[in-house]
């Protein structure tokens, strides 16, 4: 793409002596939710007032203490469902509603006519500043857009009686502000302030709208902190944030705002909005959660938030989205799926309040109500733990360590054939037709086995002696020897066949199932006469079958790979 001079670079304020670099977050903001206005506006199709009623009781469940419900002004639903909030009872004493209204007489008078029975309100009243809209917008200079605000404030003193005894407070903002000449918007945020008769004791909140975000996150910020510390008698008035995302970076903004001494946010569940959306309010606050900062925001079962959010909007969330995305809590990377794993593991072990430090996973998915199980999932890029790790989660098989980069190559060339994502019970399947299923070209039709006992008392070794019937290479033997245990029994027999040369160098095993449904599970390496060692598994209600079911398992996958 070519420059040509169509472009600028955004204008920064002189700060000297900035102090937000160096500052945290240590608590949560005020919360204000505008998905019932600023997010509904921008759905191609709009709530309807049964669908904001159950949004707006989502949002009260979730602990939004402040709601900006509509632009009650603009249409009869909007209206009509500030009403329907007031006759049916429906907003909870230690919540504040709000409402939005442009700075003209007729519009305002209506908006206090939507609050009649409302115990106490916020009234946001705005308008544009910029210089770019002052110039296609209004066409008005600095001074009359001021006497616009000015006047707006006077209209919301003159109806506040129309809204019948509710508790009035104000909010301003100067629309766009990050555009608008810094000593302009404090000049009619100070004007505004002083027409509302703003003291510590009767707060007015400014508004400072990123209406289009146009600059760098610290740009940001240094406006913020500039604004914070130039405005007349800070102690009155309530800074307030509310970042769009044109660039993408409405988030960065609103932390780094905050740490520039902003003390309330508006935004989006999933950053709903025009454009490119308002500021994501989940991701603010999980962000915080994740530093140890209580967002007093309750996201304890995100699922459920996120699919009522879908269902009541039309709106989709993102797989990638942060926290709430499908694929945010998945490694398809194997050497994340190993380290991932690991932790895990080790978690299990840990009390519940154990720092959090699992690699690749910034929360635990358990505290907003997802599942492990989601955790790993499997296509080609996927290594040798995730293979294991949902082999052991989802279906208690715990296979030796050594073993995982076999099933994970088994695994993984299915992937690469199939050109994508494995479910976990397609990965089971292959670990069972790998190794648990195999019959050819060796298979056990039948094993008896007789134990053979020395005198009670003497120092006589135990011998099972056993007799198995086989098919090998389609060809059915009957086979018989002894040894130390059936396992050992049966390896001697096998030795007997043209099978090849094998010596055990491990096996293990392990109980899977629970009461009657109780199996044995073992795994055995064989090493070979020609130095190759393989793997086998076997599972069986009975222990000593379980072992001989892991020596075929690995006979036949070594047959079968030579072949």
């Known amino acids: 793409m070519k420059i040509d001079g169509k472009y600028k670079q955004f204008e920064s304020v002189t700060l000297e002596n900035r102090t937000w670099p160096g500052k945290r977050i240590t608590k949560a903001p005020i919360w204000c939710a505008v998905d019932l206005r600023d997010g509904n506006q921008a759905l191609i199709n ?77 009234f946001h009243i705005y308008n544009a500043t910029s210089p770019a809209q002052r110039k296609y917008n209004f066409g008005k200079s600095k001074e009359e857009l001021i006497k616009i605000a000015t006047d707006g404030i006077a209209f919301v003193k003159q109806y506040e009686p129309v809204a019948e005894g509710c508790k009035i407070s104000l909010e301003y903002s100067p629309e766009n502000f990050t555009q608008t000449e810094m000593d302009y918007a404090l000049e009619i945020c100070e004007a505004v302030a002083d027409k509302w008769n703003a003291s510590k004791e009767n707060k007015i909140i400014l508004n400072l709208p990123s209406t289009v975000e146009a600059c760098l996150p610290n740009q940001f910020a240094d406006q913020i902190e500039y604004f914070c510390t130039h405005i007349k008698n800070r102690e009155s008035c309530i800074i307030s944030l ?37 500021l994501d309010i989940v991701t603010v606050a999980l962000n915080m959660y994740t530093q140890g900062v209580n967002p007093e925001l309750d996201f304890s079962n995100l699922a459920k938030v996120s699919a009522e959010y879908t269902r009541l909007t039309g709106m989709n969330i993102h797989p990638r989205t942060p926290y709430s995305g499908e694929l945010v809590f998945t490694s398809f990377s194997g050497g994340h799926q190993d380290a991932i794993r690991k932790a895990m593991a080790f978690r299990e072990k840990q009390s519940k309040n154990f720092l959090w430090d699992v690699p690749y996973l910034p929360i635990d998915p358990h505290d907003i109500g997802r599942q492990y199980e989601g955790i790993i999932r499997i296509n080609s890029q996927s290594g040798k733990g995730g293979a294991a790790f949902i082999l052991e989660t989802n279906f208690g098989i715990m296979a030796p360590k050594n073993m995982h980069p076999i099933i994970g190559d088994v695994v993984k060339k299915a992937a690469d054939e199939l050109q994508r994502e494995l479910s976990s019970a397609e990965v089971y399947d292959l670990f069972a037709e790998k190794w648990l299923n195999t019959k050819s070209p060796l298979n056990v039709l039948e094993i008896t086995e007789k134990h053979i006992e020395g005198e009670r008392g003497g120092n006589g070794e135990e011998h099972v002696a056993a007799t198995a019937t086989i098919e090998w290479y389609g060809k059915r033997l009957v086979i018989t020897a002894s040894g130390n245990g059936p396992l050992d029994a049966f390896v001697n027999a096998m030795k007997r066949t043209s099978a090849p040369i094998f010596n055990i160098t491990s096996f293990s095993e392990h109980s899977i199932g629970i009461g009657s449904d109780t199996h044995a599970i073992a795994y055995v ?39």
């Open 525 to 563: 390496q064989l090493s070979m006469e020609d130095g190759t060692s393989v793997w086998g598994v076997g599972k069986s209600s009975n222990v000593g079958r379980a072992g001989v079911g892991a020596v075929v398992s690995a006979l036949n996958f070594y047959l079968n790979t030579e072949n």
């Open 242 to 278: 509310h970042n769009h995302n044109d660039r993408g970076e409405g988030v960065a903004q609103c932390e780094m705002g905050l740490l520039a001494g902003a003390e309330r946010v508006e935004g989006c569940l999933f950053g709903n909005g025009e454009r490119s959306g308002n």
């Open 46 to 122: 709009p709530m309807s007032i049964n669908q904001k009623l159950e949004y707006f009781k989502m949002l009260v469940n979730i602990g939004f203490k402040q709601i900006e419900v509509g632009f009650p002004s603009s249409n009869d639903t909007e209206f009509n469902f500030i009403r329907t909030l007031v006759n049916e009872n429906l907003i909870p004493d230690d919540v504040t509603i709000q409402v939005l209204c442009q700075s003209r007489e007729h519009l305002i008078e209506r908006t206090m006519e939507s609050l009649r029975g409302v115990k106490k309100a916020i």
